[in-house]
């Protein structure tokens, strides 16, 4: 549940503050559908929708995109990357593995969709 709270909630919040402070254009639709698409996927997990797992693995999949997209333009960056953007970057990194290990592991996901990520 805590996971769907935050899909739901709080990363579209924060999604759509980064969408609102950048100019529009393609990632400003990119940001308002990834947080669409956190939307959808978080009540479909809350619901327990079987069809939950392919999104999630969606997610997952294109949350794995963005990190290494953001690590090769923080490694390419002429020194406009802060110690900040790192730090930021490593917790996203920590929070999406935490979140994959949990949905592949738990005994609680097993018995509620009667299978593992």
């Given at each position: 549940?805590?996971?769907?709270?935050?899909?739901?909630?709080?990363?579209?919040?924060?999604?759509?503050?980064?969408?609102?402070?950048?100019?529009?254009?393609?990632?400003?639709?990119?940001?308002?559908?990834?947080?669409?698409?956190?939307?959808?996927?978080?009540a479909?997990?809350?619901?327990?929708?079987?069809?939950?797992?392919?999104?999630?693995?969606?997610?997952?999949?294109?949350?794995?995109?963005?990190?290494?997209?953001?690590?090769?333009?923080?490694?390419?960056?002429?020194?406009?990357?802060?110690?900040?953007?790192?730090?930021?970057?490593?917790?996203?990194?920590?929070?999406g593995?935490?979140?994959?290990?949990?949905?592949?592991?738990?005994?609680?996901?097993?018995?509620?969709?009667?299978?593992?990520?």
């Amino acid at each position: 549940m805590f996971f769907c709270i935050l899909v739901i909630v709080v990363v579209p919040l924060f999604v759509m503050a980064t969408a609102w402070s950048s100019d529009i254009g393609l990632e400003f639709v990119f940001n308002l559908a990834w947080a669409a698409f956190g939307i959808l996927l978080g009540a479909m997990l809350w619901n327990v929708h079987q069809s939950a797992f392919l999104l999630l693995w969606i997610y997952f999949g294109m949350t794995a995109l963005i990190l290494v997209l953001a690590i090769v333009n923080l490694a390419t960056a002429d020194s406009g990357a802060t110690v900040h953007d790192s730090v930021l970057l490593f917790r996203s990194i920590i929070y999406g593995a935490a979140w994959f290990i949990y949905f592949k592991r738990s005994e609680r996901v097993r018995a509620t969709f009667g299978r593992n990520l």
